[in-house]
Protein backbone atom coordinates (compact mmCIF):
# COMPACT_ATOMS: atom_id res chain seq x y z
CA UNK A 1 0.00 0.00 0.00
CA UNK A 2 1.20 3.14 -0.87
CA UNK A 3 1.97 5.78 2.46
CA UNK A 4 -0.48 8.79 2.32
CA UNK A 5 -0.19 12.02 1.45
CA UNK A 6 -1.38 14.60 3.58
CA UNK A 7 -4.58 16.53 2.47
CA UNK A 8 -2.85 20.17 2.73
CA UNK A 9 -0.03 18.48 0.05
CA UNK A 10 -2.68 17.56 -1.80
CA UNK A 11 -4.97 20.52 -2.10
CA UNK A 12 -2.01 22.79 -3.00
CA UNK A 13 -0.32 20.25 -5.75
CA UNK A 14 -1.19 21.23 -8.93
CA UNK A 15 0.36 19.60 -12.72
CA UNK A 16 3.31 21.37 -13.38
CA UNK A 17 2.49 21.15 -17.12
CA UNK A 18 -1.25 23.15 -17.45
CA UNK A 19 -1.34 24.04 -13.91
CA UNK A 20 -4.60 22.42 -13.28
CA UNK A 21 -5.71 20.61 -9.90
CA UNK A 22 -4.91 16.90 -9.44
CA UNK A 23 -6.57 14.20 -8.08
CA UNK A 24 -5.16 10.87 -6.28
CA UNK A 25 -5.68 7.82 -8.55
CA UNK A 26 -7.95 4.89 -7.07
CA UNK A 27 -4.67 2.59 -5.85
CA UNK A 28 -2.93 5.97 -4.36
CA UNK A 29 0.15 5.83 -5.92
CA UNK A 30 -0.18 8.68 -8.36
CA UNK A 31 -1.80 11.78 -9.32
CA UNK A 32 -4.13 12.71 -12.21
CA UNK A 33 -4.28 15.53 -14.36
CA UNK A 34 -7.23 15.22 -16.33
CA UNK A 35 -6.44 18.30 -18.34
CA UNK A 36 -3.06 16.79 -19.40
CA UNK A 37 -4.39 12.90 -18.80
CA UNK A 38 -1.25 12.17 -17.07
CA UNK A 39 -0.40 10.13 -14.25
CA UNK A 40 2.47 11.68 -12.05
CA UNK A 41 3.65 8.69 -9.78
CA UNK A 42 4.71 8.41 -5.80
CA UNK A 43 7.32 7.49 -4.48
CA UNK A 44 8.11 6.51 -1.46
CA UNK A 45 5.19 8.89 -0.12
CA UNK A 46 6.92 11.78 -2.21
CA UNK A 47 4.72 12.65 -5.90
CA UNK A 48 7.19 13.03 -8.89
CA UNK A 49 5.94 16.07 -9.78
CA UNK A 50 8.04 15.88 -13.15
CA UNK A 51 7.00 16.42 -16.79
CA UNK A 52 9.50 14.53 -18.20
CA UNK A 53 8.24 11.25 -15.48
CA UNK A 54 4.31 11.65 -16.21
CA UNK A 55 3.01 8.56 -17.38
CA UNK A 56 0.00 8.87 -19.67
CA UNK A 57 -3.15 7.88 -18.23
CA UNK A 58 -3.89 4.80 -20.87
CA UNK A 59 -0.28 3.34 -19.99
CA UNK A 60 -0.92 3.86 -15.79
CA UNK A 61 -1.67 0.09 -14.53
CA UNK A 62 -4.60 1.22 -12.33
CA UNK A 63 -7.48 3.48 -14.25
CA UNK A 64 -8.45 6.52 -12.67
Known sequence: MA?????ELL???ACP??????????DQNGLVCQ???V???IRDGIPVMLIDEA??????PSKS
Not at 17 to 26: A, G, M, R
Not at 55 to 60: A, D, E, G, I, Q
Open 39 to 41: VYE
Open 17 to 26: KCKQPVKLTT
Open 11 to 13: DIL
Open 55 to 60: VPMSKW
Open 35 to 37: ECS
Open 3 to 7: QPIAQ
